[in-house]
């Protein structure tokens, strides 16, 4: 009985680990996907596989759910975003000739926003991310290949493991430093803070008053 138990706690230890390593894999995979893509991807997969119990319509309705979204996460890498002059984020598409379009860009250099090799990549990438997280759901793999559940398990724990290290290396050769559409924002080189010119006085010092 003692043996038991202490198998059992053994396997319940490995299961918890593998589990903690299969969300922290995951959590680090969505990072790389836009963020309001994949809020409607998990808002709205539930409702249109109705929780993995699919009919037809249910099945046509998570596919072209799942097609949007991906074509959303390959999208939003060719898109990018700059301060203008009027202090104000503007976003646009890339292109051999830059940003477009770019209103208020008299003070920035727009051929820094060209078109490039990584952008494809980034792309490919990120789409390759979102097929391995999308079509593992649970409700994905319920609607369409519920004889694949046994087998949905052991890709979760290696799969978003492997995609990582291969995201880590390909920004590693491409870095990206774009900020798209559904990516965080953060500042850039033309970001431009209006610094105030006033005088702080000390309020506990007095003014001296002339002799």
Not at 105 to 126: N, P, T
Not at 139 to 147: A, S
Not at 160 to 180: D, E, K, Q, S, Y
Request: with cysteine; aromatic share 10%.
């Amino acid at each position: 009985m003692v043996e038991e138990s202490s198998s059992e706690k053994t396997n319940s230890s490995r299961t918890r680990r593998a589990t903690n390593t299969t969300i922290s894999a995951a959590g680090n995979l969505v990072k790389l996907l836009p963020t309001g893509t994949v809020f409607v991807f998990q808002f709205l997969n539930p409702v249109v596989t109705n929780s993995g119990q699919c009919n037809t319509i249910n099945k046509w309705l998570s596919a072209i759910l799942l097609l949007l979204c991906g074509f959303s996460c390959a999208f939003s890498s060719f898109t990018d975003s700059y301060t203008g002059s009027d202090n104000q984020r503007h976003y646009g598409f890339v292109t051999r000739k830059g940003i477009w379009p770019s209103p208020a860009s008299d003070s920035v250099d727009l051929s820094g926003y060209r078109l490039g090799v990584s952008d494809f990549v980034h792309a490919g990438l990120s789409l390759l991310v979102f097929a391995v997280l999308g079509l593992l759901d649970t409700n994905t793999v319920h609607c369409f290949y519920g004889g694949f559940e046994s087998t949905q398990k052991t890709l979760l724990q290696v799969l978003p493991t492997v995609i990582g290290v291969l995201a880590g290396w390909v920004f590693m050769i491409f870095p990206n430093t774009r900020h798209g559409i559904g990516y965080p924002l953060t500042s850039d080189s033309n970001e431009t803070t209006p610094k105030s010119t006033d005088t702080i006085t000390d309020p506990q010092k007095n003014p001296t008053d002339n002799v």
